[in-house]
């Protein structure tokens, strides 16, 4: 049975209930409990669970240390192309946005993965629009082929593709891929997918158990908070992780928490989660899901990601930049303005690529990010807390 089969018999109604109404004392009681059930899960996310924080961190971080160790890995995204054929309202990379654009070259995304190095990655994502002009499928098997010799953990997180599409990147050196959900509310998902490909939610749904198929061996999955109600998303992600790791138990399955932020256009997040709400959901993740990597990303401010470190996050971004070239000012020189999918003249004499003070490239970002700190700020906090920061996730070479 695929997911999209499963995922629509979840009994959601019941689930929400839990979710929205469970006590202290019922979520108490699943603290110590082993092989936690989805309507365990849906206690522990529970209002009422607030009540009884310190116990769940306190258990989470125990359970975190005993699987994973003490330590952060840590990865960094590598914006390829921000060009795309779809409009999702509360993306600056939509269509019809009117922002600088630009698709690198695998010499400059070369040169954008040696700074990188530089700072000490080895694991990079590589992060594209849906454009299956610019990012075709060949395009980014060359962009894999230009990085792998140097960088052993290389993943994708581009429009989903078929299976056989997957395959030639997987051998180009590729291992892992990320695909967000969005929203797991299918009347959101429709209202926030304008135009497009990916107003196809089940094609979407679906993704990881492609790519699987392909030989991706490391999986990344998530909804965005901000579009549904939190504890909805919550569920639908943690039944999404549950079904992964029983059926692709090849994979390394992770899973992201990005909050809404802003970008180009202006949306505003449609629902909240609050700092504490968010430790209690990556507390919950972690009882329920003892095997799942949990990720955290510049998104999100420095102090609340310095205090999720102890509690069960396993892998961070740092020093990030959400611009294609944003590290090194490559391919700045080929930037052009493009609006409602077409390319528009700018004004004679006009020098767009030249960037403003304090950037490399005036290419506009996917959304602004809130740590600011560098790679090795992050990697020394890591330190001072007792953790190691490892800047490899993966060797082909030790897998059988
Ligand atoms: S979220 Fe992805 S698919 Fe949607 S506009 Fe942004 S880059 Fe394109």
Redesign the pocket.
């Known amino acids: 049975m695929t997911f999209v089969e499963e995922f629509g018999r979840l009994p959601m109604a019941g689930l929400l209930q839990r979710a929205r109404e469970g006590t202290a004392a019922e979520a108490r009681a699943c603290i110590g409990r082993s092989n936690l059930t989805l309507g365990d899960f849906a206690q522990l996310i529970a209002p009422g669970a607030d009540e009884i924080l310190e116990d769940l961190c306190q258990r989470s971080q125990v359970m975190t240390q005993r699987r994973f160790g003490k330590v952060i890995r840590f990865f960094a995204p590598l914006y390829l192309s921000n060009e795309?054929i779809?409009?999702?309202k509360y993306?600056g990379?939509?269509r019809d946005n009117p922002i600088l654009r630009v698709t690198l070259s695998p010499e400059d995304v070369a040169r954008e993965a040696q700074e990188l190095r530089q700072q000490g990655f080895r694991n990079i994502l590589l992060v594209a629009?849906?454009h299956p002009k610019f990012v075709s499928g060949g395009y980014l098997a060359a962009c894999v082929r230009a990085l792998h010799e140097e960088v052993p953990s290389i993943s994708l997180e581009v429009?989903p593709m078929e299976t056989e599409d997957y395959r030639p990147i997987v051998e180009a050196g590729a291992d892992g891929l990320v695909v967000y959900q969005e929203t797991y509310n299918r009347e959101v998902y429709a209202d926030m997918h304008t135009a497009g490909p990916?107003r196809n939610f089940d094609w979407r749904l679906e993704t990881p158990e492609r790519a699987y198929a392909a030989g991706f061996r490391r999986l990344g999955i998530a909804p965005l908070y901000g579009l549904a109600e939190w504890q909805y998303e919550a569920l639908c992600v943690a039944a999404h992780a549950d079904y992964l790791l029983r059926t692709c138990w090849k994979a390394q399955l992770t899973m992201s928490l990005p909050r809404l932020r802003p970008c180009a256009g202006e949306f505003q997040p449609l629902t909240h989660m609050s700092d504490r709400e968010m430790a209690r959901l990556v507390c919950a993740f972690r009882l329920f899901l003892p095997d799942c990597g949990l990720v955290l990303s510049t998104r999100e401010p420095a102090a609340l990601r310095d205090g999720l470190i102890r509690i069960g996050i396993t892998m961070m971004s740092a020093g990030s930049h959400t611009e294609p070239g944003g590290y090194t000012g490559a391919g700045k020189e080929k930037l052009h303005q493009t609006e409602r999918g077409r390319i528009v003249e700018l004004a004679a004499g006009a020098s767009e690529w030249a960037p403003v003070a304090g950037r490399a490239t005036n290419a506009t970002g996917?959304f602004e990010i809130a740590d600011e700190r560098s790679a090795g700020e992050v990697a020394a906090l890591v330190r001072r807390l007792g953790y190691e920061p490892v800047w490899k996730d993966w060797d082909a070479a030790l897998t059988t």
Do not use: W
Request: aromatic share 8%; proline share 0%; hydrophobic share 10%.
């Open positions: 795309c779809n409009n999702c993306c990379f939509s629009g849906e429009g990916k996917q």
